[in-house]
T-cell receptor
Framework: QKEVEQNSGPLSVPEGAIASLNCTYS??????FFWYRQYSGKSPELIMFIYSNGDKEDGRFTAQLNKASQYVSLLIRDSQPSDSATYLC???????????????FGQGTILTVHP | NAGVMQNPRHLVRRRGQEARLRCSPM?????VYWYRQLPEEGLKFMVYLQKENIIDESGMPKERFSAEFPKEGPSILRIQQVVRGDSAAYFCASSPLGQADQYFGPGTRLLVL
């Protein structure tokens, strides 16, 4: 079982729609959860992080965390063609119990927003 | 407010040569992480450092790879006797002391001929 799993996609949505990206993780001790966006040939860009169960909203982005189900998701409202990228879910699962340390990444979901 | 800086951005080496990749963290950040992204693969953790200390090197290959973050100057990822399989994008990230959010540099694309 992979430590962090994402649907590889590609996920295609029309402009203006809601894009929903999902991620599950295997380590129940994980404490911090991150969503990165990576354009082709570029470096990952942090767009959201969440530590507590529930929702966290930032502009058009909402991260949702359910630790009981070991599930984290990212919703992108009013999707734009410029949102087309690979979205990476990352989990901090430091065995030492600290809130920082190495990140374990999923394989990424390719999102395409078509006009 | 400069972000994470990496150089060189592109590096070409022949098999058997050494590669040195440099990373300067964001101002005020004291944690540095190195990740590798092989073609068509995900990002894999390599090593986590603080100044003069290697905190976690569980992702580093056992041979040929080493990393340091000296008291002065950038963090360096060193690959000795490179092989074609080392061709990848190497990303450095940094985070503030006591915080988990990591910010990535532009990466170094290493090509081994």
């Amino acid at each position: 079982q992979k430590e962090v799993e994402q649907n590889s996609g590609p996920l295609s949505v029309p402009e203006g729609a809601i894009a929903s990206l999902n991620c599950t993780y295997s380590d129940r001790g994980s404490q911090s959860f991150f969503w990165y966006r990576q354009y082709s040939g570029k470096s990952p860009e942090l767009i959201m992080f969440i530590y507590s169960n529930g929702d966290k909203e930032d502009g058009r982005f909402t991260a949702q965390l359910n630790k009981a189900s070991q599930y984290v998701s990212l919703l992108i409202r009013d999707s734009q063609p410029s949102d087309s990228a690979t979205y990476l879910c990352a989990v901090n699962s430091d065995a030492g119990g600290t809130s920082y340390g190495k990140l374990t990444f999923g394989q990424g979901t390719i999102l395409t927003v078509h006009p | 407010n400069a972000g994470v800086m990496q150089n060189p951005r592109h590096l070409v080496r022949r098999r058997g040569q050494e590669a040195r990749l440099r990373c300067s963290p964001m101002k005020g950040h004291s944690h540095v992480y190195w990740y590798r992204q092989l073609p068509e693969e995900g990002l894999k953790f390599m090593v986590y450092l603080q100044k003069e200390n290697i905190i976690d090197e569980s992702g580093m290959p056992k041979e040929r790879f080493s990393a340091e973050f000296p008291k002065e100057g950038p963090s360096i990822l060193r690959i000795q006797q490179v092989v074609r399989g080392d061709s990848a994008a190497y990303f450095c990230a940094s985070s503030p002391l006591g915080q988990a959010d990591q910010y990535f540099g532009p990466g170094t694309r290493l090509l081994v001929l």
